[in-house]
T-cell receptor, first 118, second 114 residues
């Protein structure tokens, strides 16, 4: 069983819709990530939040808007998407390095939200 | 810049046969190295990791991997494959000073024949 929970598992939306993907973890991890994955491809990093602050934005179009309301939750707001945005969206978390600790940075993934844009 | 190469796009093995999936990385120093597995329609699950010490690391589901610094490789092995091992396998590298950013290989699809 995954300890990172993503909802919804499936989402179909039109190009004018506004929707959100949600992610929750209760492992005490302070780094959370959004990845996009196309079929038969590796995950592509979109955003990284570290201690609830956006630390990495991989030049993602503004129609994707991340939000980290607290250390356990991560949202991805979607607006005016294109059909090519259809993909599996994966949330992940990892321990963030604290002074004196080794942070090896392995990722804990949710099962993903399968997004279809019509 | 860090990079990962998985030379085999697709591998087919018979159930009960041994398995080796190749991974080569490029990084200026010794990075953290990972193998993840992804079943169809699922997220990725960590199989094992290397960060220091013994170069032969054991993981879940009977997998092991060996870090070879001289060859910049981190190959994944299993002595006897089960039908449930059919999945996509990703090798990943993360720099020790590069917080938050892992680089994935393109993946190897494993098919298991009965």
């Amino acid at each position: 069983d995954t300890e990172v929970t993503q909802t919804p598992k499936h989402l179909v939306m039109g190009m004018t819709n506004k929707k959100s993907l949600k992610c929750e973890q209760h492992m005490g991890h302070r780094a959370m990530y959004w990845y996009k994955q196309k079929a038969k491809k590796p995950p592509e990093l979109m955003f990284v939040y570290s201690y609830e602050k956006l630390s990495i934005n991989e030049s993602v179009p503004s129609r994707f808007s991340p939000e980290c309301p607290n250390s356990s939750l991560l949202n991805l707001h979607l607006h005016a998407l294109q059909p090519e945005d259809s993909a599996l969206y994966l949330c992940a978390s990892s321990q963030e390095g604290l002074a004196g600790m080794i942070n090896t940075g392995e990722l804990f993934f949710g099962e993903g939200s399968r997004l279809t844009v019509l | 810049a860090q990079s990962v190469t998985q030379p085999d796009i697709h591998i087919t093995v018979s159930e009960g046969a041994s398995l080796e999936l190749r991974c080569n990385y490029s990084y200026g120093a010794t990075p953290y190295l990972f193998w993840y597995v992804q079943s169809p329609g699922q997220g990725l699950q960590l199989l094992l990791k290397y960060f220091s010490g013994d170069t032969l690391v054991q993981g879940i589901k009977g997998f092991e991997a060996e870090f070879k610094r001289s060859q910049s490789s981190f190959n994944l092995r299993k002595p006897s494959v089960h039908w449930s091992d059919a999945a996509e396998y990703f090798c990943a590298v993360k720099g020790r000073s590069n917080a938050g950013k892992s680089t994935f290989g393109d993946g190897t699809t494993l098919t298991v024949k009965p």
